[in-house]
Every structure is written in C-alpha cells, then in structure tokens.
C-alpha cells in the first residue's frame, strides 16, 4: 500500500524558467512494476508517461516533447517529481500525479501558477485633453494581468483608465493605462506595473515641462480647433462611406431588376428525362420517382443519371429563371449544350458542356470544389447571358449571388437548355414564376 503526496500550495514560476512539479510516495520506495503518468485535465492529455521501466515520449502530448524529465535515480526514494523546463503561459494550470502498481493506484495534484514580468512601460504624452494633459502608460509581455497605478510627486495615487489586454502569440499580454492630469507642484507623474504573482513590478517616471502644462489660451482654441476639424472630417468620411454604400445597393438592385426582367418560361422536356424521375404533369417540377420507369428510349434521353432538360433551349440574348429547391439535400441546377454527352457515364463539368453548381448533404459544390454559402438557398435564380459567356446563380430570397461562371459556349448558334437534377431526392424541384419588382 502506497499512497502519493503533492504539495498544497501553488507552485510558482517565471515564463522561460525550469520548474520542479513535486510528488512523492509513501513509504518512500518505488513500488513493483511502478507506472508513473503525469497528466492535465484529461487523461489522454500526458505530460510524461513511465512504465515497465522507460519513459514512453510517444505517448506525451507533443507541447511537451523534450521538455519533461523524471528523477530516475530518486525512484528508490519514492521520489516521482517531474522537471518541467522552459515554461510558457500554457503550463498555468493544474497537472496531476498518477502511480499505479499492479492493482494499487494513487494521485495527487500540483497547482502551478505561470508568470511573466513584462517590459519597462513606456509613458507619452497623448495630447490635451480639456485643461489637463493626457498620459498613456503601455507595456508587453505581461502574465497574469497585472496592476496599474499611477502616483504623483506627492505620494497620491491617482485614478487611471486601463485598456483591455491583448493577447500575443505566445499567450502574454500587452497592457496600459491612460490619465488625465492638471498642473501641480512639479509636474512629476509615475506608472507602476506590477505582478501581483511574482510580487515584482516595474515603473516609468514622467515629468511634464511647466510651459505644457499651461498652455496659452490661444493655444488651447488651436487645439479645440484642430479637434473639431479632425471630427468634422471623421463624420464627412463617415457619411461618404454610408453613401457609397447606399449607392452600391441601389446599383446591385437596379442590376438585379434588370436581371428579373430576363426571365423566361421555363418547362421541363419529359423526352430527356432518366427512367429514374417523375416529371409533373405541368412539367414544371421533378423527383425522383422511386424505381426505374418503362421509358421509350430516344437520343435525347438521359440513359443512366437522373438528369433533365427544359424543353426551351437559347441560342442567343439573355435570360433568367427560378427553381424552388425546398429543402432537399442533394440537387444540381445549371444549363448544358445540346450536344453534352447523355448516354453512359456523364461527368458535371464545363469541359464537357455542363455548367451546373449543386448541393450534396451539407456541402455545397462546383466542379467538384466545395462552395461556401452564407446561407442555405430555398430558392436558386439561374442567369444566362449568351453574349457575354456567363452563367451566374442567385439566392432569389437574398438577392445575392452563389457563383457565376465566365465561359464560352462552344460552336456559335448552338443551343443551350436549362438542367435539372434530383439526384434521389423525394423533394422535387420546382420551376417558379418570376415578377419583376416595382
């Protein structure tokens, strides 16, 4: 019987220092076939692993590759401790002690508290602000947050504004503070920043010419001056930008009504439809139709996916549509050249004449690259603008686009028609009229 001790208090350390994590068992011996782990929060999260006599580095979490040491030659002593070196801001924390011997096991805890003694703060002068003169005390590299004081030359503490702490890449914080003070006996003003877990601090001392701090009054309507042109700019600048983008909108919706005012009819050809689909009678929407359907056979018909066309194909101009797509999971929407392939096995991509963009799952996709959306369409608009080779698909709730493909179309005058898939969909897709707005 064994049982494990650690110690109660907090284990403290500076950052980049080496630091020993203190376990011991009692009776002080190494128990047969001992099995030390050293772990954080989880027990898969190892810190170092020993056992059947080694140290298994493959199995620590790689932050501490290199980094951990056991007392081998303590073991004898019950001695478990671990030697931590160069410690980060990502150690603070709690690691725990493991030991197990065949059926016997013990743990203990050690708290270890991480902290880093930043730069010298840097103290300026940020301007005047009403009659007083605005300080600004910064500083990097700090952990914990720290404490901030500002003192005058006569020993009072005086009230500061501090900053919010940002953090850098290696965990550490930049910090500051700012005041607002007036003339006094000397001008002299210090910052004090302090580490409350380290118990160490560092401080700048600022003195303030006389003539500054008393400014003349023209100076001080230069300066009022100066802060109400630099605001009046900030609100033209302002007022620009909420401009530009009030005139944006109102162009995206103009070129959008121009868009609706493209829009076509659009049926679906039952002559092209795979076996596998069911074309309404309306023709206007398409699922799949649950098992192989007696089809008669003909060049148009795609063979062996569940493909579709609109009967209407264009040759010239430009024109939109609309297609309800629900909440169907897996669908393909597009427009294919007359003599896309439709027999044997079709792949959807503009080398071969199909310009398609399609949802599968959570995934939306373009040849074969995944699409990211801001939303989930219930309504996809379908543009094509023969002239200028583009094909661009729209949220029609949003009034956003999807994507847009800049193209050619291959041999001029051949026809393009609109494509519809399902895949094996119940949720059919719906063809929906289109009204352009007032």
Known sequence: VFIVTTSKKPTVVAVGQDVVLECQLIPAAAPEDMEVRWFRKGWQKIVHMYRKGKDEPDEQMKEYFGRTELFHNEFGKGNVSLLLRNVTVKDDGTFRCFVVSKALDAEGPVELKVGSVGHQPAVKIAGYEGNGIKLVCASDDWFPEPRIEWWNSNGEKLTGVSEKPVE???????????????????????????????????????????????????????????????????????????????????????????????????????????????????????????????????????????????????????????????????????????????????????????????????????????????????????????????????????????YAFQTHFGEEGEEIFPFFCPWRSQEPLKITPVTPED
């Open 168 to 402: 850098n890449a290696r965990g550490l914080l930049k910090v500051g503070s700012s005041i607002v003070v007036s003339h006094n006996a000397d001008n002299t003003y210090k910052c004090v920043i302090s580490n409350l877990l380290l118990q160490k601090e560092r401080e700048t001392i600022l003195q303030i010419s006389a003539l500054m701090m008393r400014p003349a009054i023209n100076e001080y309507e230069v300066l009022n001056a100066k802060l109400k042109r630099s605001e009046l700019l900030k609100q033209i600048e302002n007022e620009k930008q909420a401009a530009k983008l009030e005139c944006e909108k109102l162009l995206h919706l103009i070129e959008w009504d121009k868009m609706l005012r493209c829009a076509v009819s659009v049926t679906l050809d039952p002559e092209t439809a795979n076996g596998h689909l069911e074309v309404s009678p309306d023709r206007l929407s398409v699922k799949d139709g649950g098992g192989w359907r007696n089809v008669t056979e003909n060049p148009k018909r795609f063979e062996r996916y569940p493909f579709v066309v609109a009967s209407e194909g264009f040759r010239a101009g430009t024109h939109y549509w609309e297609v309800e797509v629900g909440d169907s999971n897996n669908w393909d929407l597009g427009v294919a050249r007359a003599s896309a392939q439709r027999k044997g096995r079709v792949e959807l991509s503009e080398e071969n004449g199909y310009w398609v963009m399609g949802r599968y799952w959570e995934k939306y996709k373009v040849n074969n690259a995944d699409l990211t959306l801001d939303r989930k369409p219930a309504r996809v608009g379908v543009y094509l603008n023969l002239k200028e080779g583009l094909v661009s698909f729209h949220d029609a709730e949003t009034k956003t686009q999807l």
